[in-house]
């Protein structure tokens, strides 16, 4: 399960679908509607918040509106919580080193698979934060589980 830090403008459509599917899985978890995935680590920044659900679904309306600019239908009625980022208060705090973790790991998938999407990864300059997400410094969150290279 990857939840991305990243904005979603920085996901190509394989990872904005993947996106999009695995934080309803996510959701799904935090709802206990499921029992797969309950201990996953991706999980620990929304069961941190005082409404995980709601924080979930601010992460997911986000993630819809990215999809519906470029032209694709996510079923936004999928979202449990809906909530505006900025009705949640706080953002949720993520280190930079997490930031420049997964921009790495988005550009190696994106030179990949999607050599337009990766030119537009290089002219972009660096990563930006999805909106539910603060920049803090740091490295690389606990609860990644980084892939061996």
């Known amino acids: 399960m990857r939840i991305w830090s990243l904005h979603p403008r920085h996901l190509d ?5 993947a996106c999009w599917r695995e934080t309803l899985l996510a959701q799904a978890v935090l709802a206990g509607r499921t029992r797969g995935y309950r201990n996953h680590p991706q999980l620990e920044r929304f069961r941190a918040q005082p409404d995980p659900l709601a924080a979930v ?3 997911l309306g986000v993630v819809a509106r990215e999809a519906h600019s470029r032209g694709y239908r996510f079923d936004a009625a999928r979202i449990l919580s809906p909530t505006p980022v900025g009705e949640l208060g706080a953002a949720i705090p993520v280190a ?11 550009g190696r998938k994106l030179r990949e698979r999607s050599p337009d999407d990766a030119a537009r990864w290089d002219a972009a300059g660096g990563p930006s934060a999805h909106p539910l997400f603060r920049e803090v410094p740091g490295g690389v969150e606990p ?6 290279t």
Request: net charge neutral; glycine share 12%.
């Open 13 to 17: 459509r394989m990872g904005l679908l």
């Open 57 to 59: 679904g601010a992460y």
């Open 96 to 106: 930079r080193g997490q930031l420049d973790y997964e921009w790495q790991h988005l």
């Open 143 to 148: 609860w990644e589980r980084p892939a061996a």
